[in-house]
């Protein structure tokens, strides 16, 4: 587990759009957890508002950010399905959305190709 910070994200941020995703969603609506993990970063970081880190171990993070609100703190276990935040706009002009990253050893991946494999 690591520290997390704005200049962290932004060191390694060159994503793509194949390594990122922002899904617009009524506000309010449950972000749920891809995969089981440690919750390692919840709090607002400048450009991505509201942002929740999950760490899932073998240096794969998600990344949850735009959120309304935080339902987990830095430190709680979470299983794949438990809701941890709240879709909304915090951070970024636009309608509501979930911005969605996964991150293998900091650097930007597929979500789509990950997630077909859970």
């Keep these: 587990m690591g520290s997390f910070s704005s ?3 932004k060191a390694s941020a060159n ?3 194949h390594s990122r995703s922002a899904d ?3 506000t309010g609506a449950t972000v749920k957890a891809v995969a089981n993990g440690k919750v390692v970063f919840a ?3 400048n450009g991505y508002g509201l942002i929740l880190i999950i760490d899932h171990g073998n240096g794969y993070m998600s990344l ?3 959120n309304e609100a935080l339902l987990r703190d ?3 276990d979470v299983r794949r399905g438990d809701a941890v935040a709240s879709v909304g706009s915090s951070g970024g002009a636009g ?3 979930l911005y969605f990253e996964l991150r293998r050893n900091g650097d930007p991946v597929n979500p789509n190709t990950w ?3 859970q």
Excluded: S
């Design 24 to 26: 617009t969603a009524p």
């Design 115 to 117: 997630l077909q494999k």
């Design 15 to 17: 994503t793509t759009e």
């Design 43 to 45: 709090d607002w970081m």
């Design 95 to 97: 309608p509501p959305a």
């Design 74 to 76: 830095a430190g709680d």
């Design 64 to 66: 949850y950010a735009r």
């Design 7 to 9: 200049q962290a994200l």
